[in-house]
Protein backbone atom coordinates (compact mmCIF):
# COMPACT_ATOMS: atom_id res chain seq x y z
CA UNK A 1 0.00 0.00 0.00
CA UNK A 2 1.21 3.46 -1.01
CA UNK A 3 2.01 6.05 2.05
CA UNK A 4 -0.63 8.76 2.96
CA UNK A 5 1.51 10.72 5.18
CA UNK A 6 3.24 13.87 5.15
CA UNK A 7 3.29 17.44 4.85
CA UNK A 8 0.00 19.55 3.76
CA UNK A 9 -0.68 21.98 0.46
CA UNK A 10 -3.60 23.56 0.60
CA UNK A 11 -5.21 24.76 -2.46
CA UNK A 12 -8.09 27.13 -1.67
CA UNK A 13 -10.10 27.38 -4.72
CA UNK A 14 -13.19 25.20 -5.68
CA UNK A 15 -13.78 23.58 -9.40
CA UNK A 16 -9.52 22.58 -10.20
CA UNK A 17 -9.84 21.15 -13.18
CA UNK A 18 -7.69 18.33 -14.92
CA UNK A 19 -6.33 20.84 -17.22
CA UNK A 20 -4.77 22.89 -14.92
CA UNK A 21 -3.86 19.69 -12.55
CA UNK A 22 -1.90 18.54 -15.76
CA UNK A 23 -2.02 20.85 -19.08
CA UNK A 24 -3.10 18.74 -22.38
CA UNK A 25 0.28 19.99 -23.84
CA UNK A 26 1.74 17.40 -21.59
CA UNK A 27 -0.11 14.58 -22.75
CA UNK A 28 2.26 13.54 -25.26
CA UNK A 29 4.18 11.73 -22.78
CA UNK A 30 3.76 8.22 -22.47
CA UNK A 31 5.00 7.54 -18.97
CA UNK A 32 4.54 8.81 -15.80
CA UNK A 33 7.62 10.14 -14.56
CA UNK A 34 8.04 12.43 -17.30
CA UNK A 35 4.63 14.12 -15.84
CA UNK A 36 6.41 15.14 -12.68
CA UNK A 37 7.84 18.89 -13.70
CA UNK A 38 4.32 19.61 -14.73
CA UNK A 39 2.10 19.37 -11.65
CA UNK A 40 -0.51 21.91 -11.09
CA UNK A 41 1.80 24.22 -14.21
CA UNK A 42 -1.59 26.19 -14.97
CA UNK A 43 -3.74 26.52 -11.50
CA UNK A 44 -5.41 29.80 -11.66
CA UNK A 45 -5.04 31.13 -8.35
CA UNK A 46 -3.00 34.54 -7.49
CA UNK A 47 0.14 34.11 -6.29
CA UNK A 48 0.46 30.29 -6.38
CA UNK A 49 4.05 29.04 -7.38
CA UNK A 50 3.91 25.35 -8.68
CA UNK A 51 7.28 24.19 -7.99
CA UNK A 52 7.69 26.10 -4.78
CA UNK A 53 4.49 25.07 -3.83
CA UNK A 54 4.49 20.99 -4.21
CA UNK A 55 8.03 21.21 -2.70
CA UNK A 56 8.30 18.71 -0.08
CA UNK A 57 4.06 18.02 0.12
CA UNK A 58 2.24 14.59 -0.04
CA UNK A 59 -1.12 15.89 0.76
CA UNK A 60 -3.49 17.92 -0.90
CA UNK A 61 -6.44 19.61 0.82
CA UNK A 62 -8.93 21.57 -1.26
CA UNK A 63 -12.14 22.82 -1.82
CA UNK A 64 -15.10 21.03 -4.20
CA UNK A 65 -15.56 19.63 -7.37
CA UNK A 66 -11.25 18.38 -7.60
CA UNK A 67 -10.17 16.72 -10.44
CA UNK A 68 -13.47 18.16 -13.18
CA UNK A 69 -12.76 18.07 -16.34
CA UNK A 70 -10.75 15.59 -18.72
CA UNK A 71 -11.08 11.97 -17.84
CA UNK A 72 -7.06 12.15 -17.91
CA UNK A 73 -5.16 10.20 -15.51
CA UNK A 74 -2.43 11.81 -16.30
CA UNK A 75 -3.93 14.05 -13.08
CA UNK A 76 -3.55 11.17 -10.24
CA UNK A 77 -0.02 10.26 -11.84
CA UNK A 78 0.98 13.55 -11.64
CA UNK A 79 0.61 13.63 -8.01
CA UNK A 80 1.54 10.08 -7.61
CA UNK A 81 5.28 10.74 -9.36
CA UNK A 82 5.51 14.29 -7.10
CA UNK A 83 5.08 11.55 -4.10
CA UNK A 84 1.42 12.87 -3.62
CA UNK A 85 -0.86 10.00 -2.77
CA UNK A 86 -3.92 11.09 -1.02
CA UNK A 87 -5.99 14.20 -1.53
CA UNK A 88 -9.02 15.29 0.52
CA UNK A 89 -11.60 17.74 -0.34
CA UNK A 90 -15.18 18.56 -0.75
CA UNK A 91 -16.21 16.64 -3.75
CA UNK A 92 -14.46 15.14 -6.47
CA UNK A 93 -14.79 15.18 -10.15
CA UNK A 94 -16.48 11.09 -10.69
CA UNK A 95 -13.60 10.15 -13.15
CA UNK A 96 -10.86 11.62 -10.93
CA UNK A 97 -12.01 10.50 -7.92
CA UNK A 98 -12.55 6.75 -9.50
CA UNK A 99 -8.90 7.04 -10.86
CA UNK A 100 -7.54 8.25 -7.86
CA UNK A 101 -8.59 4.50 -6.47
CA UNK A 102 -8.01 2.65 -9.57
CA UNK A 103 -4.32 3.76 -8.59
CA UNK A 104 -4.55 2.46 -5.22
CA UNK A 105 -4.60 6.19 -3.84
CA UNK A 106 -6.51 8.13 -2.00
CA UNK A 107 -9.27 10.71 -2.49
CA UNK A 108 -11.24 11.77 0.60
CA UNK A 109 -14.40 13.46 0.93
CA UNK A 110 -15.13 15.62 3.98
CA UNK A 111 -17.94 17.53 4.57
CA UNK A 112 -17.96 21.59 3.98
CA UNK A 113 -17.75 22.77 7.68
CA UNK A 114 -15.17 20.48 8.18
CA UNK A 115 -12.70 21.50 4.96
CA UNK A 116 -13.58 24.82 6.11
CA UNK A 117 -12.23 24.47 9.90
CA UNK A 118 -9.09 22.74 8.50
CA UNK A 119 -8.49 25.06 6.27
CA UNK A 120 -8.62 28.56 8.81
CA UNK A 121 -6.78 26.17 11.93
CA UNK A 122 -3.86 24.64 9.71
CA UNK A 123 -3.45 26.60 6.28
CA UNK A 124 -0.86 28.75 6.15
CA UNK A 125 1.37 26.94 8.84
CA UNK A 126 3.64 24.02 8.07
CA UNK A 127 1.63 21.06 9.00
CA UNK A 128 1.70 17.26 8.50
CA UNK A 129 -0.83 14.44 8.02
CA UNK A 130 -0.58 10.78 9.55
CA UNK A 131 -3.21 8.57 7.88
CA UNK A 132 -4.66 5.87 9.50
CA UNK A 133 -6.51 4.12 6.87
CA UNK A 134 -7.35 0.62 8.84
CA UNK A 135 -9.34 2.50 11.11
CA UNK A 136 -9.92 5.40 8.46
CA UNK A 137 -8.78 8.13 10.93
CA UNK A 138 -6.83 11.26 9.37
CA UNK A 139 -4.82 13.02 12.17
CA UNK A 140 -3.38 16.58 11.33
CA UNK A 141 -0.68 18.08 13.45
CA UNK A 142 1.06 21.42 13.62
CA UNK A 143 2.78 23.02 15.73
CA UNK A 144 1.01 23.36 19.25
CA UNK A 145 -2.61 21.66 17.41
CA UNK A 146 -3.52 18.31 16.30
CA UNK A 147 -7.06 16.85 15.16
CA UNK A 148 -8.49 13.70 14.16
CA UNK A 149 -11.23 13.54 11.83
CA UNK A 150 -12.64 10.55 11.10
CA UNK A 151 -13.40 9.48 7.32
CA UNK A 152 -15.86 6.98 4.85
CA UNK A 153 -14.68 5.51 1.91
CA UNK A 154 -17.01 2.40 0.90
CA UNK A 155 -15.77 -1.30 0.69
CA UNK A 156 -15.08 -1.35 -2.60
CA UNK A 157 -13.14 1.59 -2.77
CA UNK A 158 -10.92 0.47 0.36
CA UNK A 159 -10.52 -3.24 -1.50
CA UNK A 160 -9.58 -1.05 -4.28
CA UNK A 161 -6.66 0.28 -2.26
CA UNK A 162 -5.70 -2.71 -1.16
CA UNK A 163 -5.54 -4.47 -3.80
CA UNK A 164 -3.22 -1.77 -5.01
CA UNK A 165 -5.32 -0.46 -7.77
CA UNK A 166 -8.30 -1.87 -10.34
CA UNK A 167 -6.17 -3.85 -12.62
CA UNK A 168 -5.40 -6.27 -10.16
CA UNK A 169 -8.69 -6.44 -8.56
CA UNK A 170 -9.98 -7.02 -11.65
CA UNK A 171 -7.85 -9.41 -13.16
CA UNK A 172 -8.10 -11.52 -9.46
CA UNK A 173 -11.94 -11.35 -10.13
CA UNK A 174 -13.32 -11.61 -13.37
CA UNK B 1 -41.10 1.14 -9.40
CA UNK B 2 -40.28 2.40 -12.53
CA UNK B 3 -36.90 2.75 -14.38
CA UNK B 4 -34.73 5.48 -15.93
CA UNK B 5 -32.72 4.83 -19.34
CA UNK B 6 -29.87 3.95 -17.05
CA UNK B 7 -30.96 1.65 -14.38
CA UNK B 8 -32.28 -0.55 -17.42
CA UNK B 9 -28.98 -0.63 -18.95
CA UNK B 10 -27.53 -1.23 -15.72
CA UNK B 11 -29.79 -4.40 -14.90
CA UNK B 12 -29.75 -5.72 -18.70
CA UNK B 13 -25.67 -5.68 -18.08
CA UNK B 14 -24.90 -6.74 -14.78
CA UNK B 15 -22.17 -9.20 -14.04
CA UNK B 16 -21.47 -8.22 -10.26
CA UNK B 17 -22.53 -6.21 -7.24
CA UNK B 18 -19.29 -6.40 -5.10
CA UNK B 19 -21.26 -3.59 -2.68
CA UNK B 20 -24.71 -2.37 -2.87
CA UNK B 21 -23.25 0.77 -4.33
CA UNK B 22 -20.98 -1.30 -7.01
CA UNK B 23 -22.28 -2.09 -10.26
CA UNK B 24 -19.57 -3.77 -12.97
CA UNK B 25 -21.01 -3.67 -16.02
CA UNK B 26 -20.33 -5.85 -19.31
CA UNK B 27 -18.98 -3.78 -21.92
CA UNK B 28 -20.69 -3.26 -25.62
CA UNK B 29 -18.05 -1.62 -26.84
CA UNK B 30 -14.58 0.20 -25.65
CA UNK B 31 -13.27 3.14 -27.75
CA UNK B 32 -9.55 3.98 -27.79
CA UNK B 33 -7.50 7.20 -28.97
CA UNK B 34 -3.89 7.59 -29.06
CA UNK B 35 -3.26 10.21 -26.01
CA UNK B 36 -4.83 7.27 -22.95
CA UNK B 37 -4.31 4.03 -24.77
CA UNK B 38 -0.65 3.84 -25.11
CA UNK B 39 -0.24 3.82 -21.13
CA UNK B 40 -2.77 1.21 -20.91
CA UNK B 41 -0.93 -0.74 -23.28
CA UNK B 42 2.48 -0.16 -22.33
CA UNK B 43 1.23 -1.18 -18.41
CA UNK B 44 -1.03 -4.39 -19.72
CA UNK B 45 2.98 -5.57 -21.95
CA UNK B 46 4.82 -4.60 -18.87
CA UNK B 47 2.05 -7.37 -16.42
CA UNK B 48 2.24 -9.89 -19.26
CA UNK B 49 -0.94 -9.72 -19.46
CA UNK B 50 -1.28 -8.29 -23.40
CA UNK B 51 -4.77 -9.30 -24.16
CA UNK B 52 -7.91 -7.92 -25.49
CA UNK B 53 -11.13 -9.32 -24.15
CA UNK B 54 -12.54 -9.37 -27.87
CA UNK B 55 -11.06 -7.57 -30.34
CA UNK B 56 -14.35 -6.84 -32.46
CA UNK B 57 -15.71 -4.95 -29.70
CA UNK B 58 -12.68 -2.59 -29.53
CA UNK B 59 -12.62 0.48 -31.99
CA UNK B 60 -9.88 2.29 -32.07
CA UNK B 61 -8.11 5.57 -33.83
CA UNK B 62 -5.71 7.86 -34.05
CA UNK B 63 -7.31 11.91 -33.63
CA UNK B 64 -6.07 14.11 -30.89
CA UNK B 65 -2.80 14.96 -32.55
CA UNK B 66 -3.17 13.93 -36.43
CA UNK B 67 -0.59 13.96 -38.67
CA UNK B 68 1.62 13.35 -35.94
CA UNK B 69 3.38 16.95 -34.65
CA UNK B 70 6.51 15.35 -33.01
CA UNK B 71 8.29 12.24 -31.89
CA UNK B 72 6.38 12.16 -28.82
CA UNK B 73 2.96 11.60 -30.93
CA UNK B 74 4.34 9.97 -33.30
CA UNK B 75 5.31 7.27 -30.82
CA UNK B 76 1.83 7.71 -29.57
CA UNK B 77 0.43 6.64 -32.94
CA UNK B 78 2.89 3.63 -33.15
CA UNK B 79 2.01 1.96 -29.93
CA UNK B 80 -1.73 2.10 -30.63
CA UNK B 81 -1.44 1.33 -34.59
CA UNK B 82 0.83 -1.71 -33.50
CA UNK B 83 -1.03 -3.06 -30.37
CA UNK B 84 -4.57 -3.08 -33.22
CA UNK B 85 -2.33 -4.85 -35.44
CA UNK B 86 -1.37 -7.59 -33.55
CA UNK B 87 -4.95 -8.45 -31.79
CA UNK B 88 -7.09 -8.05 -34.84
CA UNK B 89 -8.69 -5.00 -33.84
CA UNK B 90 -10.10 -3.96 -37.66
CA UNK B 91 -12.49 -1.41 -36.79
CA UNK B 92 -8.98 0.45 -36.47
CA UNK B 93 -8.84 4.15 -38.27
CA UNK B 94 -5.53 5.82 -39.33
CA UNK B 95 -4.21 8.66 -40.79
CA UNK B 96 -6.77 9.19 -43.52
CA UNK B 97 -9.25 7.31 -42.65
CA UNK B 98 -9.64 9.13 -38.87
CA UNK B 99 -11.82 11.52 -37.28
CA UNK B 100 -12.76 13.23 -33.91
CA UNK B 101 -13.43 9.69 -32.11
CA UNK B 102 -16.77 11.17 -30.59
CA UNK B 103 -18.44 12.27 -34.50
CA UNK B 104 -16.62 9.17 -36.28
CA UNK B 105 -17.18 6.52 -34.46
CA UNK B 106 -21.70 6.61 -34.01
CA UNK B 107 -21.03 7.93 -38.22
CA UNK B 108 -19.58 3.89 -38.28
CA UNK B 109 -22.26 2.57 -36.44
CA UNK B 110 -20.42 1.50 -33.47
CA UNK B 111 -23.24 2.57 -30.89
CA UNK B 112 -26.69 1.06 -30.24
CA UNK B 113 -29.75 1.86 -28.07
CA UNK B 114 -29.11 0.08 -24.92
CA UNK B 115 -24.69 -0.31 -25.43
CA UNK B 116 -22.91 -0.08 -22.30
CA UNK B 117 -19.12 1.85 -24.07
CA UNK B 118 -16.48 3.12 -21.97
CA UNK B 119 -13.34 5.53 -23.49
CA UNK B 120 -10.71 7.29 -21.92
CA UNK B 121 -11.97 10.57 -22.64
CA UNK B 122 -14.48 12.35 -20.86
CA UNK B 123 -16.84 13.09 -24.06
CA UNK B 124 -17.87 9.60 -24.51
CA UNK B 125 -20.84 10.64 -22.72
CA UNK B 126 -21.69 11.50 -26.49
CA UNK B 127 -22.85 8.76 -27.22
CA UNK B 128 -26.15 8.35 -24.88
CA UNK B 129 -27.28 10.57 -27.56
CA UNK B 130 -28.18 6.69 -29.25
CA UNK B 131 -29.79 5.70 -25.58
CA UNK B 132 -26.50 4.09 -24.56
CA UNK B 133 -24.47 4.28 -21.33
CA UNK B 134 -21.27 6.30 -22.15
CA UNK B 135 -19.28 7.27 -19.96
CA UNK B 136 -15.83 8.65 -20.08
CA UNK B 137 -13.10 6.73 -17.66
CA UNK B 138 -9.44 7.13 -17.20
CA UNK B 139 -6.64 4.97 -18.46
CA UNK B 140 -6.71 2.09 -15.57
CA UNK B 141 -10.76 1.70 -16.61
CA UNK B 142 -9.54 1.47 -20.19
CA UNK B 143 -6.61 -0.80 -19.24
CA UNK B 144 -9.51 -2.75 -17.34
CA UNK B 145 -12.14 -2.78 -20.12
CA UNK B 146 -9.42 -3.88 -22.74
CA UNK B 147 -8.37 -6.81 -20.72
CA UNK B 148 -11.75 -8.07 -19.16
CA UNK B 149 -14.47 -6.07 -20.81
CA UNK B 150 -16.47 -5.32 -17.78
CA UNK B 151 -16.30 -1.58 -15.72
CA UNK B 152 -17.54 -0.83 -12.47
CA UNK B 153 -19.64 2.20 -11.63
CA UNK B 154 -21.85 3.82 -8.90
CA UNK B 155 -25.56 3.36 -8.74
CA UNK B 156 -26.67 5.66 -11.66
CA UNK B 157 -28.82 8.21 -9.84
CA UNK B 158 -30.53 10.27 -12.62
CA UNK B 159 -31.39 14.00 -13.39
CA UNK B 160 -34.18 14.57 -15.58
CA UNK B 161 -34.14 17.82 -17.86
CA UNK B 162 -37.31 18.74 -19.51
CA UNK B 163 -36.85 20.78 -22.67
CA UNK B 164 -40.29 22.27 -23.82
CA UNK B 165 -40.37 24.67 -26.91
CA UNK B 166 -39.30 25.37 -30.33
CA UNK B 167 -35.73 26.91 -30.25
CA UNK B 168 -36.42 30.58 -31.82
CA UNK B 169 -34.38 31.38 -35.10
CA UNK B 170 -30.33 31.19 -34.26
CA UNK B 171 -30.46 29.11 -31.22
CA UNK B 172 -29.16 25.48 -31.59
CA UNK B 173 -28.90 22.28 -29.41
CA UNK B 174 -25.48 24.53 -28.34
CA UNK B 175 -27.13 27.33 -26.87
CA UNK B 176 -29.40 24.82 -24.95
CA UNK B 177 -26.73 22.68 -23.20
CA UNK B 178 -24.52 25.80 -22.56
CA UNK B 179 -27.92 27.31 -21.10
CA UNK B 180 -28.11 23.67 -18.87
CA UNK B 181 -24.77 23.85 -17.87
CA UNK B 182 -25.23 27.60 -16.65
CA UNK B 183 -27.84 26.29 -14.46
CA UNK B 184 -26.62 23.13 -13.28
CA UNK B 185 -23.15 24.13 -12.50
CA UNK B 186 -19.93 22.71 -12.86
CA UNK B 187 -20.58 20.22 -10.55
CA UNK B 188 -24.44 19.83 -10.62
CA UNK B 189 -24.35 16.86 -12.11
CA UNK B 190 -21.67 15.07 -10.56
CA UNK B 191 -22.03 10.97 -10.35
CA UNK B 192 -25.38 11.20 -12.36
CA UNK B 193 -26.68 10.72 -15.33
CA UNK B 194 -28.35 13.04 -17.23
CA UNK B 195 -31.40 12.19 -18.73
CA UNK B 196 -32.73 14.38 -22.20
CA UNK B 197 -36.36 14.50 -22.76
CA UNK B 198 -39.39 16.79 -24.34
CA UNK B 199 -40.62 17.73 -27.32
CA UNK B 200 -37.30 20.19 -28.37
CA UNK B 201 -35.52 16.91 -28.01
CA UNK B 202 -37.47 15.03 -30.15
CA UNK B 203 -37.50 17.44 -32.55
CA UNK B 204 -33.56 17.70 -32.67
CA UNK B 205 -31.51 15.73 -35.26
CA UNK B 206 -28.77 12.36 -33.64
CA UNK B 207 -26.36 15.29 -34.50
CA UNK B 208 -28.30 18.17 -32.30
CA UNK B 209 -28.28 15.51 -29.66
CA UNK B 210 -25.24 14.38 -29.77
CA UNK B 211 -24.11 18.47 -29.17
CA UNK B 212 -26.39 17.93 -26.59
CA UNK B 213 -24.45 14.90 -24.53
CA UNK B 214 -21.22 16.02 -25.53
CA UNK B 215 -21.25 18.27 -22.66
CA UNK B 216 -22.90 16.25 -19.95
CA UNK B 217 -19.60 16.26 -18.32
CA UNK B 218 -18.79 19.82 -18.13
CA UNK B 219 -21.77 19.78 -15.47
CA UNK B 220 -20.35 16.98 -14.27
CA UNK B 221 -22.26 14.41 -15.64
CA UNK B 222 -21.14 10.89 -16.13
CA UNK B 223 -23.55 10.36 -18.76
CA UNK B 224 -26.01 12.48 -20.98
CA UNK B 225 -28.89 10.09 -22.61
CA UNK B 226 -31.53 10.59 -24.94
CA UNK B 227 -34.27 7.98 -25.22
CA UNK B 228 -34.03 5.70 -28.96
CA UNK B 229 -37.17 6.87 -30.91
CA UNK B 230 -37.79 7.08 -34.71
CA UNK B 231 -34.66 9.82 -34.68
CA UNK B 232 -32.30 7.57 -33.65
CA UNK B 233 -33.37 3.99 -36.02
CA UNK B 234 -33.49 5.91 -38.85
CA UNK B 235 -29.95 7.38 -38.35
CA UNK B 236 -28.96 3.89 -37.45
CA UNK B 237 -30.80 2.02 -40.21
CA UNK B 238 -28.04 1.70 -42.54
CA UNK B 239 -26.20 -0.08 -39.88
CA UNK B 240 -29.03 -2.65 -38.86
CA UNK B 241 -31.69 -2.84 -41.63
CA UNK B 242 -30.39 -6.89 -41.82
CA UNK B 243 -31.15 -7.33 -38.11
CA UNK B 244 -34.70 -5.92 -38.25
CA UNK B 245 -37.32 -6.01 -40.81
CA UNK B 246 -38.43 -3.03 -40.59
CA UNK B 247 -37.72 0.76 -38.62
CA UNK B 248 -40.88 -0.29 -36.46
CA UNK B 249 -39.76 -3.29 -35.29
CA UNK B 250 -36.22 -1.88 -34.85
CA UNK B 251 -38.14 0.46 -32.85
CA UNK B 252 -39.73 -1.78 -30.70
CA UNK B 253 -37.09 -3.70 -29.99
CA UNK B 254 -35.06 -0.61 -28.48
CA UNK B 255 -38.04 0.61 -26.88
CA UNK B 256 -36.91 -1.33 -23.80
CA UNK B 257 -34.22 1.19 -23.27
CA UNK B 258 -36.80 3.91 -22.97
CA UNK B 259 -37.63 5.40 -19.34
CA UNK B 260 -40.75 4.20 -17.43
CA UNK B 261 -43.36 7.11 -17.17
CA UNK B 262 -43.07 6.02 -12.91
CA UNK B 263 -39.11 6.25 -13.00
CA UNK B 264 -37.51 7.76 -10.04
CA UNK B 265 -35.01 11.07 -10.67
CA UNK B 266 -32.86 12.56 -8.29
CA UNK B 267 -33.93 15.81 -9.48
CA UNK B 268 -36.13 17.18 -12.15
CA UNK B 269 -35.77 20.72 -13.81
CA UNK B 270 -37.83 21.89 -17.23
CA UNK B 271 -36.31 24.19 -19.17
CA UNK B 272 -38.71 26.41 -22.19
CA UNK B 273 -36.06 27.59 -25.13
CA UNK B 274 -38.78 29.29 -26.86
CA UNK B 275 -36.98 32.45 -26.00
CA UNK B 276 -33.65 31.34 -25.32
CA UNK B 277 -30.90 33.76 -26.89
CA UNK B 278 -27.84 32.44 -28.09
CA UNK B 279 -25.03 32.04 -25.32
CA UNK B 280 -21.66 32.14 -24.41
CA UNK B 281 -19.00 31.45 -21.87
CA UNK B 282 -17.28 34.16 -20.36
CA UNK B 283 -14.65 33.24 -17.99
CA UNK B 284 -12.72 29.72 -17.24
CA UNK B 285 -15.74 27.46 -16.46
CA UNK B 286 -18.28 26.10 -18.85
CA UNK B 287 -21.05 27.42 -16.53
CA UNK B 288 -19.97 30.86 -16.88
CA UNK B 289 -22.33 31.13 -19.20
CA UNK B 290 -23.76 34.56 -20.36
CA UNK B 291 -26.17 35.67 -23.56
CA UNK B 292 -24.86 36.56 -26.68
CA UNK B 293 -26.58 39.85 -26.60
CA UNK B 294 -24.23 40.32 -22.70
CA UNK B 295 -21.04 39.77 -24.88
CA UNK B 296 -21.75 41.53 -27.55
CA UNK B 297 -18.42 43.64 -28.92
CA UNK B 298 -15.72 41.57 -27.32
CA UNK B 299 -12.97 40.82 -29.79
CA UNK B 300 -11.50 37.67 -30.72
CA UNK B 301 -8.33 36.82 -32.31
CA UNK B 302 -8.92 33.33 -33.51
CA UNK B 303 -12.57 31.51 -34.22
CA UNK B 304 -12.50 27.55 -34.14
CA UNK B 305 -15.06 25.77 -35.75
CA UNK B 306 -14.97 21.69 -34.98
CA UNK B 307 -14.45 19.47 -32.53
CA UNK B 308 -16.58 16.81 -30.71
CA UNK B 309 -18.87 19.26 -30.43
CA UNK B 310 -19.35 20.90 -32.94
CA UNK B 311 -17.47 19.80 -35.98
CA UNK B 312 -20.62 18.09 -37.41
CA UNK B 313 -22.16 17.91 -40.80
CA UNK B 314 -25.02 20.24 -40.15
CA UNK B 315 -22.73 22.31 -37.42
CA UNK B 316 -21.06 23.22 -40.79
CA UNK B 317 -23.47 23.72 -43.10
CA UNK B 318 -25.49 26.31 -40.39
CA UNK B 319 -21.89 27.81 -40.70
CA UNK B 320 -21.64 28.26 -44.13
CA UNK B 321 -24.91 29.70 -44.42
CA UNK B 322 -23.78 32.85 -42.33
CA UNK B 323 -20.44 32.72 -44.20
CA UNK B 324 -21.71 32.74 -47.86
CA UNK B 325 -20.31 35.18 -50.48
CA UNK B 326 -18.67 37.13 -47.47
CA UNK B 327 -15.07 37.51 -46.08
CA UNK B 328 -13.98 37.07 -42.36
CA UNK B 329 -12.61 40.55 -40.81
CA UNK B 330 -8.63 41.35 -41.66
CA UNK B 331 -7.59 40.83 -38.38
CA UNK B 332 -9.12 37.72 -37.59
CA UNK B 333 -7.84 33.87 -38.80
CA UNK B 334 -10.49 31.63 -39.18
CA UNK B 335 -10.10 27.59 -38.39
CA UNK B 336 -12.94 25.13 -39.50
CA UNK B 337 -11.88 21.10 -38.70
CA UNK B 338 -14.52 18.97 -40.27
CA UNK B 339 -14.66 16.46 -37.69
CA UNK B 340 -14.35 13.07 -39.84
CA UNK B 341 -13.18 12.57 -43.62
CA UNK B 342 -17.18 11.69 -44.44
CA UNK B 343 -17.76 14.85 -42.75
CA UNK B 344 -15.29 16.66 -44.63
CA UNK B 345 -16.04 15.07 -48.27
CA UNK B 346 -19.63 15.86 -47.24
CA UNK B 347 -19.02 19.75 -47.04
CA UNK B 348 -17.15 19.59 -50.33
CA UNK B 349 -19.47 18.29 -52.64
CA UNK B 350 -22.20 20.41 -50.99
CA UNK B 351 -19.90 23.42 -51.63
CA UNK B 352 -19.73 24.12 -48.16
CA UNK B 353 -15.08 23.88 -48.02
CA UNK B 354 -15.61 26.20 -50.92
CA UNK B 355 -17.44 29.00 -48.93
CA UNK B 356 -15.26 28.82 -45.96
CA UNK B 357 -12.03 29.03 -48.20
CA UNK B 358 -13.81 32.51 -49.81
CA UNK B 359 -14.68 33.28 -46.67
CA UNK B 360 -11.33 33.21 -45.51
CA UNK B 361 -11.06 30.02 -43.42
CA UNK B 362 -7.75 27.86 -43.30
CA UNK B 363 -9.77 24.48 -43.70
CA UNK B 364 -7.88 21.54 -41.36
CA UNK B 365 -8.28 17.84 -41.51
CA UNK B 366 -10.44 16.00 -38.90
CA UNK B 367 -8.96 16.32 -35.77
CA UNK B 368 -9.23 17.17 -31.52
CA UNK B 369 -6.06 19.29 -32.19
CA UNK B 370 -6.75 23.14 -31.31
CA UNK B 371 -9.71 21.96 -28.59
CA UNK B 372 -6.89 21.03 -25.96
CA UNK B 373 -4.29 23.12 -27.57
CA UNK B 374 -2.41 20.61 -28.61
CA UNK B 375 -1.82 21.22 -32.36
CA UNK B 376 -3.78 22.99 -35.17
CA UNK B 377 -4.99 26.45 -33.98
CA UNK B 378 -3.02 27.15 -30.77
CA UNK B 379 -3.56 30.55 -28.88
CA UNK B 380 -0.38 32.68 -27.90
CA UNK B 381 -0.73 34.50 -24.34
CA UNK B 382 -3.57 37.06 -23.98
CA UNK B 383 -5.08 35.79 -27.62
CA UNK B 384 -9.23 35.07 -27.79
CA UNK B 385 -10.53 32.69 -29.31
CA UNK B 386 -14.35 32.04 -30.40
CA UNK B 387 -14.87 28.36 -30.24
CA UNK B 388 -17.22 25.80 -30.67
CA UNK B 389 -15.46 23.55 -28.64
CA UNK B 390 -16.54 22.43 -25.03
CA UNK B 391 -13.82 23.57 -22.17
CA UNK B 392 -13.02 27.06 -21.68
CA UNK B 393 -10.34 25.68 -19.08
CA UNK B 394 -7.30 28.42 -18.24
CA UNK B 395 -4.85 27.09 -21.31
CA UNK B 396 -7.28 25.26 -22.61
CA UNK B 397 -6.33 26.21 -26.32
CA UNK B 398 -2.60 27.66 -25.03
CA UNK B 399 -0.88 28.89 -22.06
CA UNK B 400 -2.61 32.36 -21.63
CA UNK B 401 -5.26 32.25 -23.79
CA UNK B 402 -9.13 33.02 -23.46
CA UNK B 403 -11.50 30.47 -24.96
CA UNK B 404 -15.55 31.60 -25.51
CA UNK B 405 -17.71 28.28 -25.84
CA UNK B 406 -20.44 28.99 -28.51
CA UNK B 407 -22.74 27.78 -31.16
CA UNK B 408 -21.41 27.30 -34.82
CA UNK B 409 -23.61 29.71 -36.09
CA UNK B 410 -22.45 32.21 -33.59
CA UNK B 411 -18.83 31.39 -34.02
CA UNK B 412 -19.46 32.14 -37.50
CA UNK B 413 -20.77 35.35 -37.13
CA UNK B 414 -17.70 36.33 -35.05
CA UNK B 415 -15.49 35.71 -37.88
CA UNK B 416 -17.29 37.96 -39.67
CA UNK B 417 -17.12 40.72 -36.97
CA UNK B 418 -14.13 40.07 -35.48
CA UNK B 419 -16.02 40.15 -31.87
CA UNK B 420 -18.89 38.31 -30.40
CA UNK B 421 -21.98 39.30 -32.55
CA UNK B 422 -25.55 37.92 -32.50
CA UNK B 423 -25.84 35.68 -36.02
CA UNK B 424 -29.28 37.20 -37.22
CA UNK B 425 -26.94 40.06 -38.08
CA UNK B 426 -25.39 38.02 -41.19
CA UNK B 427 -28.50 35.84 -42.06
CA UNK B 428 -29.61 36.27 -45.75
Keep these: MKSFNGNILFLDRSDINTDEIIPARYLTEVTKEALKPYLLEDLNMEEFDAAAGIKDKSVIVTRANFGCGSSREHAPWALEVNGIHIVIAESFARIFRQNMFNCGMLAIELDKNTIDRLFSRFAGKPCKLETDFENSRLIFRADQLDETIAFEISDFDRALVNAGGWVDYADSNY | ?428
Design chain 2, 1 to 428: MGKTIAEKIFESRLVDQPTPDTFVLRLDAVFCHEITTPVAINDLVARDKDRVFDPGKIKAVIDHVTPAKDSKTALQGKIIREWASRHGITDFFDIGRNGVCHALFPEKGFVRPGYTIIMGDSHTCTHGAFGAFAAGVGTTDLEVGILKGVCAFRAPETIKIQVDGNLPQGVYAKDVILAIIGRLGVNGATNKVIEFCGPAIDAMSMEARMTLCNMAIEAGGTCGICAPDAVTVDYLWPFIKDEFDSQETALKAYSVYRPDPDALYSQTLKIDVSKLEPQVTYGFKPDNVKTVSQMTGTPVHQVYIGSCTNGRIEDLRVAAQILKGKKIKDNVRAIVSPATPDIYGQALKEGIIEIFMQAGFCVTNPTCGACLGMSNGVLAEGEVCAATTNRNFNGRMGKGGMVHLMSPATAAACALAGAIVNSEQFKG
